[in-house]
């Protein structure tokens, strides 16, 4: 059930708006800005994550504003986008960490 919900966060650009609006509600224009993405390719990667139910949209004004699906979405991909920073040592260490300090 959860592979078909996270393979949209395995393309680069998805994951990245994902990231954006971990941080708050944006819109179209603001993610284009903070991705560096043009407006159709940003179009393009919302429309996969709306169809897989991990963002939302709401109309205010003109313009169309962007969201996760829920609160609990953002803290596991920022964590999984920290892990990625990581060294491959501190990549070994997080991951023999007892889960229960993940996120602490």
Known sequence: MLAPLLKPLSD???LMIVLTLA???CSNKKLQETTGLSQA???HHVAALREAQLISVRAEGRSNIYELCCE???TPVQWLAHLATLT???QKACCTAPLATIGH
Do not use: K
Request: aromatic residues 0%.
């Open 72 to 74: 609990q979405l953002a």
């Open 12 to 14: 680069e650009n998805r």
């Open 41 to 43: 390719l940003v179009s």
């Open 23 to 25: 941080t708050g509600a």
């Open 88 to 90: 491959p040592e501190g």
